[in-house]
């Protein structure tokens, strides 16, 4: 690929207000250009492959600058290789503290069952990288088997559509690591400091923009993959499982034009410490919000011209979701603009952003490591001229964009090639039982290939039409349904794991969040709100944010046991950030804050199109909790029946004396029995 960098007589940007500044002992041990000042001199945009005037990143003169606990374990690893190396040697079934924070960046955390008294029985989970989240036909039947032999017995689709295996025991990890890598797999890099794996829509949809956002994604992730080998040395021996890198991302990683790389470094990026943080990055196409572009650390846009040909990329920096309960100086944040760059030189405007990071990013308390404290801390004028230092040119105006959706794609649809894809909605993201077994059935027999969606859910790719029939009656047989007979409130909602394997967990998320969707809908139900009527959802087991709870319209996020923090103000299309409404609330009390919320959602909405999340930005926090505080509970006969569900009271009564014996609604029993129905009957017939 030919990078353009415009007119000859353009120069590298200059800005003596901006200070580069560099923590003490960041450099790689092999670069000796990082022990000096260099002064950025202007030079033609066409000479980024050819002169080099700058050849490393300006610095700060050497001070002793303190360092976080982590940052002298990344330092003295030997590029993330020791103590692990030793550690996995024992017998002992677990791994020091410094194993267990080098581990990290090979994909893995060591956990322990939460639930169990009297000691501790150590574990792994393993969470892959899957760019895009594509998903091999092999590498899936790979996890399937690697699930039963090695792990619980189940698989976990994230929010950033990866396979999560929990369970995994210390002696088993080389095989198991081994096994998913010599199925072009990989762990590396899914968690630790460095780029996490790269989102973009999972839609197999053959269109110019979406092919062009995915390719741009995985270019991404290979960029920003550590180059050093500690993965492969640890987990296979040092034998090498890559499939072959563009010319384009080789030439960018390669290219120190701007003083961007460490030199003689291994890591060239990264160098011995990495970055200060988790980073995240999405790619997609304009109205596609499934990837909630505006939480990542970069969204990447796609801009197309009026032939639907990708032109180049809107710049997004700063989003982030983690924060600490009851320290006002963390907080969740929203990507803002940065500029618009053409498509030739999103690979080198993306490093300049992380080199930026890299060398400015808080490395002395980790709370404040983010990305989005940096953007924050300097505003986003001064964080552009810093990242223009490292890209080599100007950032061209954000264009302008269409409103967002968010776009669950469940359900069949038309890949555009004369093949299907199916949606399969997957609640938390837990493929287990019967799921399982006929997932496996389907993807084997048919040998499909699939996609994990950013909410958690399955998208089988490459379906001839011909067996659309088939596909379907078997899975719904094993429940797995059209969107139509899957509830709103599902479709929408997410949940972190939390209890029983993660350490952070304050409270239940994964195991609590159907029975609060249950309730949820007898709130609705109670309330006179309409089935097809929702608001999104999602439930964290604490503040860390892994679900995004903090663009949810309904956020719940564990501050205690049995407790959360009721967060409002998030919208449909994942466009605005949630606020703090109520503290400790418990579990149990849980209708006392929604009853009266979504009675009076329903009777002071402007319009039946206003959503929940801005009828409680429009009333006012203030005005919500005054509804909630002298809430008495609903007039009697205020209720309606479901109408289109039960034809006359006497039927709606006997229903819902039936259902109160299964601890259910009479619309809950009513819906299970039809949905049972349909999955005996169900011929291949219907249609999404």
């Known amino acids: 690929m030919t990078t353009s960098f415009g007119a000859s007589s353009s120069v590298i940007p200059t800005d003596s207000n901006i200070q580069i500044r560099c923590y003490n002992r960041l450099r790689s041990s092999h670069s000796l250009a990082l022990t000096r000042n ?46 692990l190396n030793e550690e996995l040697l024992t017998d002992a ?44 036909n092999q590498l899936y039947l790979t996890m399937d088997d690697l699930a039963d032999q090695f792990g619980i017995g189940t698989l976990r689709l994230t929010t950033r559509q990866t396979f999560q295996l929990h369970g995994v025991l210390k002696k ?8 998913i890598i010599r199925s072009m797999g990989s762990t590396l890099g899914a968690c630790g400091d460095l780029n996490r794996n790269v989102l973009a829509p999972a839609a197999p949809l053959v269109r110019k923009d979406y092919l ?48 961007t790389n460490f030199l003689d470094s291994p890591e060239p990026i990264y160098g011995t410490q990495f970055l200060p943080r988790k980073f995240k990055i999405a790619v997609t196409v304009p109205t596609d919000n499934s990837v909630d572009i505006l939480t990542n650390d970069i969204g990447v846009v796609v801009v ?51 080199v930026t990071q890299r060398e400015n990013g808080r490395r002395d ?54 093949n299907l894809f199916c949606g399969l909605n997957v609640d938390s993201g837990r493929i287990a039982g ?88 007898a709130v609705f139900e109670k309330v006179g709100l309409k089935y097809n009527e929702s608001v999104v959802i999602r439930v964290t087991g604490c503040p860390n944010g892994c679900a995004r709870p903090y663009m949810a319209e309904l956020g719940l996020v564990g501050d205690g046991p049995n407790s959360y923090q009721i967060w409002l103000g998030g919208t449909p299309n994942q466009t605005s950030l949630a ?5 400790k609330v418990k579990v149990q009390d849980l209708e006392k804050v929604v009853e009266p919320l979504l009675y009076n959602w329903k009777q002071k909405r402007l319009t039946k199109e206003e959503s929940f999340g801005d009828f409680s930005n429009r009333m006012g926090f203030e005005k919500l909790q005054e509804l909630v505080d002298k809430w008495d509970g609903l007039i009697k006969g205020t209720s309606r029946y479901n109408l289109k569900l039960f034809a006359d009271k006497e039927t709606y009564e006997a229903v819902e004396d039936l259902a109160k014996l299964q601890n259910k609604t009479a619309h809950q029993l009513a819906i299970e029995v039809i949905r049972n129905f349909v999955a005996s009957q169900q011929n291949g017939k219907s249609e999404s």
Not at 305 to 334: A, C, I, K, W
Not at 342 to 353: C, H, M, Q, R
Not at 495 to 518: H, N, Q, S, V
Request: hydrophobic share 35%.
């Open 38 to 83: 260099l002064r950025l001199f202007p030079v033609p945009y066409s000479s980024r492959s050819s002169i080099v005037r700058a050849v490393s990143t300006p610095i700060k003169p050497q001070t002793e600058t303190k360092r976080s606990k982590v940052e002298i374990i990344k330092e003295q690893s030997n590029y993330i290789r020791y103590p």
């Open 93 to 136: 079934p677990n791994i020091n503290e410094s194993a267990t924070q080098l581990i990290k960046f090979h994909g893995s955390y060591q956990q322990y069952n939460r639930d169990e008294r009297g000691g501790r029985s150590y574990s792994f989970m393993l969470r892959t990288k899957n760019p895009c989240g594509k998903v091999s």
């Open 172 to 179: 088993d990890l080389k095989t198991v690591m081994g096994s």
């Open 212 to 259: 062009f956002a995915q390719e741009t994604a995985e270019n991404i992730a290979a960029l920003l993959t550590p180059q050093s080998g500690f993965y492969y040395d640890m987990w296979v021996d040092g034998e090498q499982f890559m499939t072959a890198e563009s010319p384009e991302v080789v030439k960018a990683r390669n290219d120190n034009s701007h003083g």
């Open 304 to 354: 197309s011209d009026e032939n639907g040909e990708p032109q180049g990329f809107n710049l997004y920096v700063g989003g982030g979701m983690g924060r600490t309960h009851r320290l006002e100086s963390t907080f969740p944040r929203l990507g803002e603009p940065l500029g618009y760059v053409p498509k030739e030189d999103i690979l080198y405007a993306v490093k300049a952003i992380v």
């Open 365 to 418: 308390d980790r709370k404040y490591s983010r990305l989005k404290y940096l953007v924050h801390s300097w505003g986003i004028k001064k964080f552009r001229s810093a990242v223009e230092q490292y890209y080599g040119r100007k950032f061209e105006p954000f264009r302008e964009l269409p409103e967002w959706e968010f776009k669950s794609y469940l359900g069949w649809h038309e890949q555009g090639d004369g």
């Open 434 to 521: 019967k799921m399982k077994k006929t997932l496996r059935e389907i993807i084997e027999k048919y040998n499909l290939s699939m996609r994990i969606t950013p909410n958690q859910n399955i998208i089988l790719c490459d379906i001839r039409k011909a067996w659309k029939r088939p596909i379907t009656t078997t899975l719904a047989q094993a429940g797995l349904l059209l969107p139509r007979f899957v509830d709103p409130l599902n479709v929408t909602a997410m949940a972190c794991p939390a209890f029983p394997l993660c350490p952070l967990a304050i409270t239940e998320a994964e195991r609590g969040i159907p029975d609060i969707l249950k309730r949820v809908r």
């Open 579 to 583: 606020r703090t409404f109520m503290n």
